[in-house]
């Protein structure tokens, strides 16, 4: 029915990490841009776009919660809807009830 194997292309995308902006976005353009022709542009960080300003790139390198006993509970490499996009990075203890 496609002319593209459709399960190689969710299994392409799944993992990666999408934003407005950011090295994950650029990838998955680029393997849907191997299907469909796409042409990118790319446009700074704090151009003026509209009533929106273009924020800076969110690349997320690593993100997990631990417990008490330093077992990784959540992990960002596991799942990348483990991090909320544009999230902050936490470095310190939280009690159950603020996490």
């Known amino acids: 029915m496609f002319p593209f194997d459709l ?8 993992p990666l990490c999408r934003s ?6 650029r990838r998955s353009l680029d393997i849907l841009g191997e299907i469909v022709p796409l042409e990118q542009t790319e446009v700074p960080t ?13 690349n997320v ?3 997990w919660v ?7 509970l959540v992990d ?3 799942n990348n809807l ?9 470095h310190r203890k939280v ?4 996490l």
């Not at 704090?46 to 969110?58: A, V």
């Open 61 to 63: 390198r690593h993100a």
């Open 7 to 14: 399960d190689a292309v969710f299994h392409a995308l799944w």
């Open 76 to 78: 960002f490499a596991d």
């Open 20 to 25: 407005i902006t950011g090295n994950g976005l």
């Open 66 to 72: 631990k417990d008490t006993r330093g077992r990784i």
């Open 82 to 90: 483990h991090l909320v996009n544009y999230s902050s990075p936490v």
């Open 46 to 58: 704090g151009t003026p776009c509209f009533d929106w300003t273009i924020p800076k790139e969110w």
């Open 95 to 98: 009690s159950r009830s603020e």
